[in-house]
């Protein structure tokens, strides 16, 4: 029944990975949606190919984007915030500095 499935495309773990990449970009940062397909037992190799996809520029302003929604004043909290939604300090960095401009 698997072999069926896998045969006609519906089990496709390189696709399902692409896809939650695309869905989870605009709220989380790449160190989290990693955390997030590993859980569901894709491969380090899988993850990182679809992660490759996610450009800085797009990272940065998702960051941004959360950043300023955040009703936290304090930098400091917001990178934290940002930080444990998986973006690394040099996004944060350059996020909060556009969101203070």
Known sequence: MLGRAAAHGYLDDDAYARA???RRAGARGPALIAAELAAKGLS???VAT???GLSREEQVAAAA???ASLSVRDPNRAAARLQRRGFSREVIREAL????E
């Open 97 to 100: 500095r556009l969101e203070l």
């Open 20 to 22: 939650l990449v695309s």
């Open 65 to 67: 984007r959360l950043a």
């Open 50 to 52: 679809a992660l490759e």
């Open 44 to 46: 380090r190799s899988l």
